[in-house]
Structure formats: C-alpha cells, structure tokens
C-alpha cells in the first residue's frame, strides 16, 4: 500500500509539470481569458434577455451582456481545459507507456490525469469567477465558481477521450472546439431565441449552464442540474480514464521464429555477402540463398566508389 501511494505521488507530480510545461494554456488562460470576460460584457447590448431556468421553473430576465459574459466565460474554461487535458494526455503517451512496461500500475497514471483534470478545473473556474465578479454582483458567487468547475470538469474529460482515441492533435482540437461550440451556442438566448426547448437538458453542458446562470440570478441551489453535470462529468472523465488505460496497456514485443536451417551448408541470413538481406522475406523458397534483387542492392550499397 506504501508503495502504491508512492507510484500515486509520482504520477501526479509527473501530471502536474506535464501541465504546467503547457506555456501556451498558461498564457491563454493569464491572458486571453480577462480580455474576453471583459469584451463579452462590454460589447454586447445590455438589453434585457430572458432565460428559462429550470430549477426555479420559470424565466428570468436579465441584462443580455451579462448572460453574453456567463455564457462566453462558461465556453472559455471549458475550451481551455480540455486543450489542456487533451495535450497533456497526448504527448505524455509514450512515458506513460515506458512506465506501463516497466511494471508501473495503469491505475496510479489514471488517478493521477483525474486529479490534475481537478485541479485544473478548479483553478480555471476560480480565476474566470474572480474576473467576472469585476463586471457585476452575482447573487452566488462560490455557486457561479461551481457551475464553471463542472463545465471545465466536463470538457475536461472530453479531452481526455479524445487524446486516448485520436493521433492527431489537429482533429482532436476540432472536435473540442466543434462539441463545445454546439453545447453551449445552442444555448445562448443571444445566439438561439429558442434555448428554452426541451431538448436543452440533454446537452453535456445544460446542468453547468443552468447553474450559472442560477448563481447571478437568484438564491437558490440547483441540486437537480448540479448532479446532472456532476455525472455528465464523471461519465466523461470515466470513459477518457477508460479509453487512457486501453492505450497504455502494455505491448509485450513478439519474438520473430527462427529461420529453418539450412540443409545446403549455405547461410540464409546472407551475412556472408556482408548484408542485412532477411531471410523470410528476400530468400529464394527451398535453396536458402537471398533474393537476387535483394542481393543486387546490398552489393551496390556496399560498393566502395571508383574513380
């Protein structure tokens, strides 16, 4: 057990500097995160807008460019760390898989990208509420905090997923950007007059969406939509841990069978001729002699030049 916590600690520090050697999300993050909470609420209009909430089970109105920002921040977390989770996950592969075959536990490297998806999620939804709180008074601001962890969770985990199923980064970005963009625009009462329908509730995001719109609106706990995104994020974090352990299961190398002998005293491996010709592939069936083609281009490559 000692030593199983031991493999833990390391794998999660392993995780941690995997993360924070990605400049580019810190400096996403650092940056690029206040100009947008800040552009998304000074740029649209302030007229009122108005929101269907289902824990309350009514519709609220609010000032449009304060649903703009929650929306617009909600989608910047939620992007940014399922980029995070997806490249960690990505170019941390082949250690993890080195790790694997030396006989580290598959579980530990699991538990460890959960933890590092946590803690990031938790750190991007504080530093998005903190900004946000700038702008306005929310009526729950550790529930606004809350609402951003579970969407940040949730894409988190889709990261994850698509960096143990996918090779290549290009198409994974795509498909984050693509998912998320689907998710929440549909949602936005700014950019779909018609975000009230039912079929809202079935999107990976409503119940984050629902709780932060809940938390600047009124004082009521949305326990109902809180659970729901809680397991919408724990089912997409418990597919990428699944899809992650698949992949780096360990692929124990196959010995090649061995040549048959010989029977006409000649070597089939064509080390005499000096060249690296396989015998199962270039031999000639039954003579035990290299192919010719084989053997003509091992000579010419070991020609010394003339002239």
């Known amino acids: 057990m000692k030593r199983w916590m031991a493999c833990l600690g390391a794998a999660v520090r392993f995780a941690l500097i995997e993360q924070l050697r990605n400049r580019l999300a810190l400096v996403i993050l650092v940056v690029y995160v206040p100009v947008w909470i800040t552009l998304t609420y000074t740029v649209p209009a302030s007229d009122p807008l108005r929101f269907h909430l289902s824990p309350a089970g009514r519709t609220v109105t609010m000032d449009g460019n304060v649903l703009t920002q929650m929306g617009g921040a909600l989608h910047a977390l939620a992007l940014i760390?399922?980029?995070?989770?997806?490249?960690?996950?990505?170019?941390?592969?082949?250690?993890?898989?080195?790790l694997v075959r030396a006989g580290y536990p598959r579980l530990c490297l699991a538990l460890a990208k959960f933890t590092a998806?946590?803690?990031a999620a938790a750190v991007v939804a504080a530093y998005g509420a903190l900004w946000m709180r700038a702008y306005w008074r929310p009526q729950q601001l550790l529930l606004l905090g809350v609402g951003l962890f579970v969407g940040a969770l949730i894409y988190g985990g889709v990261g994850i997923m698509l960096a143990a199923v996918l090779r290549s980064e290009l198409a994974g970005m795509f498909l984050v950007i693509m998912v998320s963009f689907v998710d929440l625009g549909l949602q936005n009462p700014l950019a779909n007059p018609a975000s009230d329908s039912p079929l809202m509730r079935y999107l990976p995001a409503y119940g984050a969406m629902q709780t932060v719109v809940t938390a600047g609106a009124l004082h009521l706990v949305p326990w109902h939509e809180l659970v729901?995104?809680?397991?919408?994020?724990?089912?997409?974090?418990?597919?990428?841990?699944?899809?992650?352990?698949?992949?780096?299961?360990?692929?124990?190398?196959?010995?090649?069978?061995l040549p048959p002998p010989?029977?006409?005293g000649t070597n089939s491996t064509g080390s005499g001729s000096g060249g690296s010709t396989d015998a199962g592939i270039g031999s000639r069936p039954g003579s035990g002699l290299p192919h010719r083609a084989g053997t003509t281009t091992t000579a010419r490559s070991h020609r010394p030049p003339t002239g």
Request: hydrophobic fraction near 50%.
């Open 81 to 98: 760390v399922g980029f995070m989770m997806f490249l960690a996950t990505t170019r941390s592969a082949p250690f993890d898989q080195r």
């Open 117 to 119: 998806l946590v803690l």
């Open 228 to 257: 729901q995104g809680l397991l919408w994020a724990v089912a997409m974090a418990a597919v990428g841990m699944s899809a992650f352990a698949l992949r780096s299961r360990s692929r124990r190398p196959t010995r090649a069978p």
């Open 262 to 264: 010989s029977t006409g």
